[in-house]
């Protein structure tokens, strides 16, 4: 894989998944919680992170509304390994919301970037079935898919 420019935009029935710099900084602020200058810095170690292919990070909007309710994506991204981190930030949703978000980075995951194990950080405030019904299971304190 030579490229991570195809992998965007991604779209869901509920979401368009696209790269941070298509939103307005404006509002990836308000969602980050700081000053334009803070996400902006941000926003350009995210982009050279997956131009370098160790993470893969999108911001997540509502197709309906075009309102950016989050970001999400791979970060300790490691192709020769497999592995990655999974990262899922921003405002509250539904389960039936976060379950569309999950099984679509773990089928992106699975079948684009042959992953074979994906952790994501039980602080993540994901909801546990939500989890379990997208293959996780607990480990220490991570929730972990591994392709079986």
Partial sequence: MSSFEGYHPLLTPIFRFDWLTQFKLKNVAE??????AETADWVNATMQQTMGQ???TWGIERRQTH????????THLDLNTRTSQLAIQGRRLTAVEQQEIIDRLVHFGQDELQLTIMTLSQSAHVEPTVLAAA??????NDWV???H
């Fill in 67 to 74: 309102k950016l309710i989050g970001w999400g994506g791979f």
């Fill in 31 to 36: 969602l980050t919680k700081q000053d334009l």
């Fill in 135 to 140: 293959g996780f299971t607990t480990q220490n």
């Fill in 54 to 56: 160790t993470a893969l």
């Fill in 145 to 147: 898919w591994q392709q």
